[in-house]
C-alpha cells in the first residue's frame, strides 16, 4: 500500500486544456480527520480529502471537485486556483490527486455518515464517488510534542498508540510547505536531533512543524509551526 502523507500534497501550477471529450474516471479516494490547535489553543479538525483522478484528454482538464455531505446536503466546493494537485509514480500520466486537507465542518467535528465526491472537467463532463466516515474519536489533546531549542529539536510522545509515523515538515514564511523529512522511529517515546543533519534544506524555510499519522492514516496530528532559528 502507497503511504501517501496528506500533508505532503502541495499545490502545482497547470495549463488549461483547449478541448474535452472523455469523462474523467476515479481510480482512489483517500480521507483523513487532521488534528491541531488554534491560536487559543484549542483542538480543532480539518478534513483531508483527496480523489486520485484519470482524464483521457490529460490532467489539465481538470476543472473543479465538490465534497457534499449526504445526510444534510452541505457543500465544500473547491475550484482549479483552489485545488490542491500531485502527481504519484506508478499510475498513468493522465492521473493526478486533487482535493485539499482544509475542509472545516461548521459544527466543529464532521459526523460520521456517506460523503459524495464530484469532479467535473472543462467540457462539463463529470464523476463521482461516494465513501463513509466514522464517527470521530475524542481527542482532547495532541498525542506529542514538538519543541525547538536553537538547532535541535525534540519530539516527546505522549500517546505512542495514537501515531505510527511521524515527519517534519520546513515551511515558508506564509507557512506553505516546502519540504517533508521523514522520521524513522526508534521504539522510545523521546527523540531528537539536529536540523543541520536535513539534506536539501530549503534555503527560504522558516517555520518547522511535526506531522503524526495512525496506522491507517485515517487521523492526522499537526504541532504548531515553530520559528527556525
Given at each position: 500500500?502507497?503511504?501517501?502523507?496528506?500533508?505532503?500534497?502541495?499545490?502545482?501550477?497547470?495549463?488549461y486544456a483547449s478541448?474535452?471529450?472523455?469523462?474523467?474516471?476515479?481510480?482512489?479516494?483517500?480521507?483523513?480527520?487532521?488534528?491541531?490547535?488554534?491560536?487559543?489553543?484549542?483542538?480543532?479538525?480539518?478534513?483531508?480529502?483527496?480523489?486520485?483522478?484519470?482524464?483521457?484528454?490529460?490532467?489539465?482538464?481538470?476543472?473543479?471537485?465538490?465534497?457534499?455531505?449526504?445526510?444534510?446536503?452541505?457543500?465544500?466546493?473547491?475550484?482549479?486556483?483552489?485545488?490542491?494537485?500531485?502527481?504519484?509514480t506508478g499510475y498513468?500520466?493522465?492521473?493526478?490527486?486533487?482535493?485539499?486537507?482544509?475542509?472545516?465542518?461548521?459544527?466543529?467535528?464532521?459526523?460520521?455518515?456517506?460523503?459524495?465526491?464530484?469532479?467535473?472537467?472543462?467540457?462539463?463532463?463529470?464523476?463521482?464517488?461516494?465513501?463513509?466516515?466514522?464517527?470521530?474519536?475524542?481527542?482532547?489533546?495532541?498525542?506529542?510534542?514538538?519543541?525547538?531549542?536553537?538547532?535541535?529539536?525534540?519530539?516527546?510522545?505522549?500517546?505512542?498508540?495514537?501515531?505510527?509515523?511521524?515527519?517534519?515538515?520546513?515551511?515558508?514564511?506564509?507557512?506553505?510547505?516546502?519540504?517533508?523529512?521523514?522520521?524513522?522511529?526508534?521504539?522510545?517515546?523521546?527523540?531528537?536531533?539536529?536540523?543541520?543533519?536535513?539534506?536539501?534544506?530549503?534555503?527560504?524555510?522558516?517555520?518547522?512543524?511535526?506531522?503524526?499519522?495512525?496506522?491507517?492514516?485515517?487521523?492526522?496530528?499537526?504541532?504548531?509551526?515553530?520559528?527556525?532559528?
Amino acid at each position: 500500500m502507497k503511504h501517501l502523507s496528506f500533508i505532503c500534497l502541495l499545490s502545482a501550477v497547470l495549463l488549461y486544456a483547449s478541448c474535452s471529450f472523455n469523462t474523467p474516471t476515479v481510480v482512489l479516494v483517500k480521507k483523513q480527520r487532521i488534528y491541531s490547535y488554534n491560536q487559543q489553543g484549542a483542538l480543532t479538525e480539518r478534513l483531508a480529502v483527496f480523489m486520485l483522478l484519470e482524464d483521457g484528454d490529460g490532467r489539465n482538464d481538470y476543472k473543479d471537485l465538490t465534497l457534499r455531505e449526504d445526510t444534510t446536503g452541505l457543500e465544500w466546493a473547491l475550484h482549479r486556483e483552489t485545488t490542491v494537485f500531485l502527481q504519484e509514480t506508478g499510475y498513468s500520466k493522465n492521473a493526478q490527486w486533487v482535493g485539499s486537507n482544509k475542509f472545516k465542518y461548521p459544527r466543529r467535528f464532521f459526523p460520521a455518515g456517506q460523503y459524495t465526491l464530484s469532479a467535473s472537467d472543462l467540457g462539463g463532463n463529470k464523476t463521482e464517488t461516494t465513501f463513509s466516515l466514522q464517527a470521530p474519536q475524542i481527542i482532547t489533546f495532541l498525542p506529542f510534542e514538538f519543541t525547538l531549542e536553537t538547532e535541535q529539536w525534540t519530539l516527546n510522545i505522549t500517546d505512542s498508540s495514537a501515531c505510527s509515523y511521524f515527519s517534519l515538515i520546513m515551511l515558508s514564511a506564509d507557512l506553505q510547505p516546502l519540504t517533508v523529512y521523514q522520521l524513522q522511529t526508534n521504539g522510545t517515546d523521546r527523540q531528537n536531533g539536529a536540523l543541520t543533519t536535513f539534506e536539501n534544506k530549503p534555503t527560504d524555510a522558516r517555520y518547522i512543524q511535526c506531522f503524526g499519522e495512525n496506522t491507517d492514516q485515517s487521523i492526522g496530528f499537526l504541532s504548531a509551526p515553530l520559528p527556525l532559528p
